[in-house]
Structures are given as structure tokens and as C-alpha cells.
């Protein structure tokens, strides 16, 4: 079955500290993983993809296959990252079918 | 480009009754897909289509429903409310491309009293 978990309700943090949101995801093929984020009244939207293995915001995440995992992580975090993040794995041939996270809610305190 | 709509953004029915939700999305945009959003079960995928076809479905019952016109705008019905399908009904769209970013409206508020 294909199942995405997110470990972690809530996670609160101080102004500066490092954020780790973790993800973990069950699928037997080769996954397309991404972080949507969705702050106070605002629209869900993408944060990441791991395609593009780039940086946004400071968030970066690894895929890491061996443990099906595919981590947020920011080194500082900042009020304005306070939101509601989703980890999505997306299947191979299954077009616009995403698979979400339980979702995660970080709170980074000042 | 105007964002995806949907409308309207909230709605009170009673159980039995049958609701009709409707998503424009992004010009251009060909794929739409209908997400239900709960406390209890989270994001949940209902269906997609494309080019007025449906190409992937989820685990709802068969009151759930949906069809994309020539222009690509979605509708979706469900019929025989119950209590349950009181969420958020969210609609996204996209362009056909491998690894796609879906972009979501705001949703529509169903209540079902």
C-alpha cells in the first residue's frame, strides 16, 4: 500500500534552533516526493520537490531511498516558517493522485 | 494568471440532500483533482481528471461523483449526504508534465447537519 507518515503532530521550536520534519513513506516503486506547506489563511502550495533537489526558504530535503525517508530540514529556523507541512509522495503513472502526510504543524516561538 | 476558484466556499445541507461543488482551474491548466480534507482522516485524494475524462479515482463511495468540462472546469456532486462528508473539499489544478506542482484553491466549507 502507498502511505506516507509523519510522525510529529506538533513541533515546536525557538527563533534560530535547527527544524528536522520527518517523513517516511511506503511505496515498492520509484516515488516522486514533495513538502507543500500551508500557512495561516492562506492556500496549500508546493514548498519542494525532490526532483529538483534545490533549496527553498532554506528548506532542503534528501530522498533517501534505503530508508524511504524524505526529511525537512532548515539549519535556523524563523517565526515566518510557522505553518502547516505536508509530505506528499505522488506514484509513477497516477498523473494527478497525491498521497499525503497526516501533516505536521511547526511553531517556531521568538 | 488567476489562481484556481472554487465556489461556493461554504455550504449547509442536511442529510439526504445532494450538494454540487465547482473548481475553475489555472488557464491552461488541464488536470483538475478533488481532495477531501477532514480532522480525523486529513488530505484524502477523491479523483482527477483530464481532458474531460477521469483518469484516477479514490477510495470514496460511488455518491461521490465528478465530470470536467471542454474548458476544464470540475464539477463534483455528492449525493445522499451524511454526517461524515462534512469537510473541506479542496480542487487543484495542473499541467500534464511529470512532476507537476498542483495548485489548490481554497476549498469549499460543506457542513452537513
Known amino acids: 500500500a502507498q502511505r506516507v507518515t509523519q510522525p510529529e503532530k506538533l513541533l515546536s521550536v525557538f527563533k534560530g534552533a535547527p527544524v528536522e520534519l520527518k517523513c517516511n513513506y511506503s511505496?515498492?516503486?520509484?516515488?516522486?516526493l514533495f513538502w507543500y506547506v500551508q500557512y495561516s489563511r492562506q492556500r496549500l502550495q508546493l514548498l519542494l520537490r525532490?526532483?529538483s533537489r534545490e533549496s527553498i526558504k532554506g528548506f532542503t530535503a534528501d530522498l533517501n531511498k534505503g530508508e524511504t525517508s524524505f526529511h525537512l530540514k532548515k539549519p535556523f529556523a524563523q517565526e515566518e516558517d510557522s505553518a502547516m507541512y505536508y509530505c506528499v509522495l505522488q506514484t509513477y503513472n497516477q498523473g494527478g493522485k497525491l498521497i499525503f502526510g497526516q501533516g505536521t504543524e511547526l511553531s517556531v516561538k521568538p | 494568471k488567476a489562481g484556481v476558484t472554487q465556489t461556493p466556499r461554504y455550504l449547509i445541507k442536511t442529510r439526504g440532500q445532494q450538494v454540487t461543488l465547482s473548481c475553475s482551474p489555472i488557464?491552461?491548466?488541464?488536470?483538475v483533482s478533488w481532495y477531501q480534507q477532514t480532522p480525523g482522516q486529513g488530505l484524502q485524494f477523491l479523483f482527477e481528471y483530464f481532458s474531460e475524462t477521469q483518469r484516477n479515482k479514490g477510495n470514496f463511495p460511488g455518491r461521490f461523483s465528478g465530470r470536467q468540462f471542454s474548458n476544464s472546469r470540475s464539477e463534483m456532486n455528492v449525493s445522499t449526504l451524511e454526517l461524515g462528508d462534512s469537510a473541506l473539499y479542496l480542487c487543484?489544478?495542473?499541467?500534464?508534465?511529470?512532476?507537476?506542482?498542483?495548485?489548490f484553491g481554497p476549498g469549499t466549507r460543506l457542513t452537513v447537519l
Open positions: 511505496y515498492s516503486g520509484s516515488p516522486e
Open positions: 525532490h526532483i
Open positions: 488557464s491552461g491548466h488541464r488536470s
Open positions: 487543484a489544478s495542473s499541467t500534464d508534465r511529470a512532476n507537476n506542482e498542483q495548485f
